[in-house]
């Protein structure tokens, strides 16, 4: 078989609705299966209403070697045979299908509730399904000695809510479960029914940790349809502050992970630095995860000399006072002996799950929007992808340890540099049939909005991936094997978002 | 060890002088919205329409007022008077005991005032909390983690998030609380022996947020549970959280507006 068709979608480009092949489901399932056995990866999977009684899949694919995205669509009924038969990447993305819409994936491997909400994304005529909200079929293992750990959704730390269901045996972990769905906001049929000034704002809050990584990519969908172009300066802001997003939530993982090991200098050290990082955000934004900053048509406030020149000397100085602490923390035999080994992710089940970010790059896939779809400042700044190649916890502390060096290098890089011009320009009406699919690559991992324009240009349809989406499969992945009481390390050397999967 | 000390002893002492000073908040910090009645000459209620949250509440009579409780902190909800008469003062204040202290005509509170005599003496010293999210972002879940850092220092005014309600004296919840949340978060409050306290942390606890109208998710947990203390913010600046607690325990007073 041929390689998908090039139909001109780029990351932050749009095509014509029409433009986008539309082929039978057998069809459909084939090519988005060849394609990923040829190395692409689906990189979004909706159901979107497509007249009273039908329901259009849109399937957006990326090469990342490449560069390139591409787009394919179906339409199917009440029941169709499911595509992840043949490709495991889709499962995640049929099941939440089969809730949003409310259409059947005949032969899925794992068919469950992904969130437990009622179809929101269905057609007009199909009947409501009642949805049982606490029911989940978790699996079991049976055998006298195995016993079984349920935990949350009310957890012991400050943290959002999950339900973990363990299978063990003595301590060591069988089999684990997560049930989500507890932050369910109703998030995508706001950004698609409220005006542009409020779904901006409930942008900013699909992940209270990735404002600028989410608000960035629905302003790069929207400003693609609307054919507005965003100046250097505004570019260059917007990736200072991504990358000052990614380095307080970096620090402050890697302080969390040394107090999960009881290492408490380092843990004190970096919960500072983390908010350092913050109100350097906060100086620029008035917010210190950086709300009211990202704005369709560029960014709300500016990043003046000596706000620049300041928020140089300090990042300067951070990375002087980090270096000496972190040689510590991963010199440490007791912290290496608690990351090492722990939690591992196997490579082949990072590709085949196609898991994102930080979780991929620590399985040595290295998988990076900033370099596979270059965006904004991205395309004339580099930031190097770091990788590691274990798949553990240290490996996953290490590729944060070398982002948090790259991107001070890059934020200072640009400081010193900030291009001139307007920090914002007008945002004008949407084109109407057309569809945009913006990436960004968050601290988690990737980020993609992927909006589809109705006739008069008003939205669609917008879906929203977080990162998390993917990844939560690995926590479950590298959990096997190991025991109950590194649970905590090791859900903490993702730091998964709930919100940001349950949308 | 040597390298430790060393490290330690170079970055002395970084936990703030709060409550004696030491808040520093930048020029574009969006604090406590005001509203200026000599420029809301008009009472127009343009800005009712055009705000993107449900920050000014009009209609009551000729009044314009300003609900701290739904405000989003975003620089649009100031933009939406034509006149200019909405800003964001740089206070960090807003914490108050009552839903309803939250709506005033200017965005001045009565901040919150501290438990009665009985429940301070069991408190006061030593408050024990147990956080609930329920349909977040995470954005108020991650301002608290920070107040236990070494900068804001919860436990040193003898407040701590404590791993089970069975060991806590009251339960901070944020997030508007979703449909799937819902019988959780009631059960959590049900575990805490009582006498005990509720704190409503954010925007969406307080009205819901950015998500209010979604059938997904409820208008706060106002609806659900009493609440004693009430602290704005998108998500509250550690320093606002912080004060209001201290207010509730009677180790902060004063400086109403």
Same mark, same amino acid.
């Given at each position: 078989?041929?390689?998908?068709?090039?139909?001109?979608?780029?990351?932050?480009?749009?095509?014509?609705?029409?433009?986008?092949?539309?082929?039978?489901?057998?069809?459909?399932?084939?090519?988005?299966?060849?394609?990923?056995?040829?190395?692409?990866?689906?990189?979004?999977?909706?159901?979107?209403?497509?007249?009273?009684?039908?329901?259009?899949?849109?399937?957006?694919?990326?090469?990342?070697?490449?560069?390139?995205?591409?787009?394919?669509?179906?339409?199917?009924?009440?029941?169709?045979?499911?595509?992840?038969?043949?490709?495991?990447?889709?499962?995640?993305?049929?099941?939440?299908?089969?809730?949003?819409?409310?259409?059947?994936?005949?032969?899925?491997?794992?068919?469950?509730?992904?969130?437990?909400?009622?179809?929101?994304?269905?057609?007009?005529?199909?009947?409501?399904?009642?949805?049982?909200?606490?029911?989940?079929?978790?699996?079991?293992?049976?055998?006298?000695?195995?016993?079984?750990?349920?935990?949350?959704?009310?957890?012991?730390?400050?943290?959002?809510?999950?339900?973990?269901?363990?299978?063990?045996?003595?301590?060591?972990?069988?089999?684990?479960?997560?049930?989500?769905?507890?932050?369910?906001?109703?998030?995508?049929?706001?950004?698609?029914?409220?005006?542009?000034?409020?779904?901006?704002?409930?942008?900013?809050?699909?992940?209270?940790?990735?404002?600028?990584?989410?608000?960035? *990519?629905?302003?790069?969908?929207?400003?693609?349809?609307?054919?507005?172009?965003?100046?250097?300066?505004?570019?260059?802001?917007? *990736?200072?502050?991504?990358?000052?997003?990614?380095?307080?939530?970096?620090?402050?993982?890697?302080?969390?992970?040394?107090?999960?090991?009881?290492?408490?200098?380092?843990?004190?050290?970096?919960?500072?630095?983390?908010?350092?990082?913050?109100?350097?955000?906060?100086?620029?934004?008035?917010?210190?995860?950086?709300?009211?900053?990202?704005?369709?048509?560029?960014?709300?406030?500016?990043?003046? $000399?000596?706000?620049?020149?300041?928020?140089?000397?300090?990042?300067?100085?951070?990375?002087?006072?980090?270096?000496?602490?972190?040689?510590?923390?991963?010199?440490?035999?007791?912290?290496?002996?608690?990351?090492?080994?722990?939690?591992?992710?196997?490579?082949?089940?990072?590709?085949?799950?196609?898991?994102?970010?930080?979780?991929?790059?620590?399985?040595?896939?290295?998988?990076?929007?900033?370099?596979?779809?270059?965006?904004?400042?991205?395309?004339?700044?580099?930031?190097?992808?770091?990788?590691?190649?274990?798949?553990?916890?240290? *490996?996953?502390?290490?590729?944060?340890?070398?982002?948090?060096?790259?991107?001070?290098?890059?934020?200072?890089?640009?400081?010193?540099?900030?291009?001139?011009?307007?920090?914002?320009?007008?945002?004008?009406?949407?084109? $109407?049939?057309?569809?945009?699919? *913006?990436?960004?690559?968050?601290?988690?991992?990737?980020?993609?909005?992927?909006?589809?324009?109705?006739?008069?240009?008003?939205?669609?349809?917008?879906?929203?991936?977080?990162?998390?989406?993917?990844?939560?499969?690995?926590?479950?992945?590298?959990?096997?094997?190991?025991?109950?009481?590194?649970? $905590?390390?090791?859900?903490?050397?993702?730091?998964?978002?709930?919100?940001?999967?349950?949308? | 060890?040597?390298?430790?000390?060393?490290?330690?002893? #170079?970055?002395?002492?970084?936990?703030? #002088?709060?409550?004696?000073?030491?808040?520093?908040?930048?020029?574009?910090?969006?604090?406590?919205?005001?509203?200026?009645?000599?420029?809301?000459?008009? #009472?127009?209620?343009?800005?009712?329409?055009?705000?993107?949250?449900?920050?000014?509440?009009?209609?009551?009579?000729?009044?314009?007022?300003?609900?701290?409780?739904?405000?989003?902190?975003?620089?649009?909800?100031?933009?939406?008077?034509?006149?200019?008469?909405?800003?964001?003062?740089?206070?960090?204040?807003?914490?108050?005991?009552?839903?309803?202290?939250?709506?005033?005509?200017?965005?001045?509170?009565?901040?919150?005032?501290?438990?009665?005599?009985?429940?301070?003496?069991?408190?006061?010293?030593?408050?024990?909390?147990?956080?609930?999210?329920?349909?977040?972002?995470?954005?108020?879940?991650?301002?608290?983690?920070?107040?236990?850092?070494?900068?804001?220092?919860?436990? #040193?005014?003898?407040?701590?998030?404590?791993?089970?309600?069975?060991?806590?004296?009251?339960?901070?919840?944020?997030?508007?609380?979703?449909?799937?949340?819902?019988?959780?978060?009631?059960?959590?409050?049900?575990?805490?022996?009582?006498?005990?306290?509720?704190?409503?942390?954010?925007?969406?606890?307080?009205?819901?947020?950015?998500?209010?109208?979604?059938?997904?998710?409820?208008?706060?947990?106002?609806?659900?549970?009493?609440?004693?203390?009430?602290?704005?913010?998108?998500?509250?600046?550690?320093?606002?959280?912080?004060?209001?607690?201290?207010?509730?325990?009677?180790?902060?007073?004063?400086?109403?507006?």
């Amino acid at each position: 078989m041929t390689p998908p068709r090039d139909i001109g979608l780029r990351n932050r480009r749009t095509v014509r609705w029409e433009a986008v092949p539309r082929a039978s489901i057998d069809t459909f399932a084939a090519e988005i299966d060849e394609a990923v056995r040829e190395g692409w990866r689906l990189a979004s999977l909706c159901g979107l209403p497509e007249g009273p009684d039908g329901l259009c899949l849109l399937a957006v694919l990326a090469d990342d070697q490449g560069g390139a995205l591409t787009a394919t669509s179906t339409v199917v009924g009440a029941e169709y045979p499911a595509v992840s038969r043949g490709c495991p990447q889709a499962a995640l993305f049929e099941r939440e299908i089969a809730e949003q819409c409310g259409s059947l994936p005949r032969g899925h491997p794992a068919l469950k509730p992904l969130r437990r909400h009622p179809p929101d994304h269905a057609p007009a005529s199909w009947r409501a399904k009642t949805v049982d909200r606490e029911g989940y079929p978790f699996s079991h293992v049976g055998g006298d000695d195995v016993h079984e750990v349920a935990v949350g959704p009310v957890h012991a730390g400050i943290i959002e809510p999950g339900h973990f269901r363990f299978q063990a045996y003595g301590e060591e972990v069988l089999a684990l479960d997560i049930m989500l769905g507890y932050q369910h906001r109703g998030v995508e049929r706001l950004l698609e029914t409220h005006d542009l000034v409020r779904a901006v704002l409930v942008a900013e809050s699909i992940a209270g940790d990735t404002v600028i990584g989410h608000a960035e *990519a629905f302003c790069g969908a929207i400003e693609a349809l609307a054919r507005s172009h965003k100046t250097a300066r505004a570019q260059a802001v917007r *990736a200072v502050a991504l990358e000052l997003e990614r380095l307080a939530n970096h620090i402050g993982d890697l302080g969390a992970m040394a107090g999960d090991v009881a290492y408490q200098p380092a843990a004190a050290f970096l919960g500072r630095w983390r908010g350092e990082c913050l109100n350097l955000l906060m100086t620029l934004s008035g917010n210190r995860y950086g709300r009211g900053l990202i704005r369709p048509g560029g960014v709300a406030f500016d990043l003046e $000399p000596s706000m620049a020149s300041d928020m140089r000397d300090r990042l300067e100085r951070l990375r002087e006072e980090l270096a000496p602490i972190l040689r510590m923390m991963f010199e440490n035999a007791s912290v290496q002996a608690r990351f090492e080994g722990v939690g591992a992710v196997p490579r082949e089940l990072c590709d085949a799950l196609g898991l994102v970010g930080l979780t991929a790059r620590a399985c040595d896939v290295g998988r990076d929007v900033r370099h596979d779809h270059p965006y904004g400042a991205f395309r004339f700044a580099h930031v190097p992808v770091a990788t590691a190649w274990a798949g553990d916890v240290l *490996a996953r502390a290490l590729v944060r340890r070398a982002e948090i060096q790259r991107s001070l290098d890059f934020v200072i890089e640009q400081l010193d540099a900030l291009p001139k011009r307007a920090i914002r320009t007008d945002c004008g009406a949407l084109r $109407p049939n057309e569809l945009a699919v *913006a990436m960004s690559e968050g601290w988690r991992g990737e980020i993609v909005h992927v909006i589809v324009t109705e006739a008069e240009g008003r939205i669609r349809r917008c879906k929203v991936k977080d990162p998390s989406f993917h990844n939560w499969a690995a926590l479950t992945l590298a959990m096997a094997g190991n025991q109950i009481s590194d649970f $905590p390390l090791c859900n903490k050397s993702f730091n998964l978002s709930y919100a940001g999967h349950d949308l | 060890m040597f390298d430790f000390l060393r490290a330690r002893l #170079r970055h002395g002492t970084s936990t703030s #002088r709060f409550p004696y000073g030491g808040v520093d908040l930048p020029e574009r910090f969006r604090g406590r919205p005001v509203l200026d009645a000599g420029r809301c000459g008009s #009472r127009c209620a343009e800005c009712a329409g055009r705000a993107p949250s449900q920050v000014v509440r009009a209609g009551h009579g000729d009044d314009v007022a300003l609900d701290l409780g739904a405000c989003l902190f975003s620089p649009e909800e100031a933009l939406a008077c034509p006149h200019g008469a909405i800003a964001y003062s740089r206070d960090h204040r807003m914490a108050t005991s009552s839903r309803n202290a939250l709506v005033s005509p200017t965005g001045a509170v009565p901040l919150a005032a501290a438990l009665d005599e009985r429940t301070r003496r069991l408190f006061g010293r030593s408050l024990r909390l147990r956080s609930v999210a329920a349909g977040s972002c995470n954005g108020c879940e991650a301002e608290l983690v920070s107040l236990g850092n070494v900068v804001f220092d919860l436990a #040193r005014f003898g407040v701590q998030f404590v791993a089970s309600p069975r060991h806590a004296d009251g339960i901070v919840v944020t997030g508007a609380v979703s449909t799937n949340m819902r019988t959780a978060l009631e059960k959590t409050y049900e575990a805490v022996p009582p006498p005990k306290l509720v704190i409503a942390v954010g925007a969406c606890a307080i009205s819901g947020g950015p998500f209010r109208g979604s059938p997904e998710v409820g208008n706060g947990v106002g609806d659900i549970l009493p609440v004693d203390l009430w602290i704005p913010g998108c998500p509250p600046h550690p320093f606002t959280t912080l004060d209001g607690i201290l207010r509730l325990l009677g180790i902060v007073e004063g400086g109403d507006r």
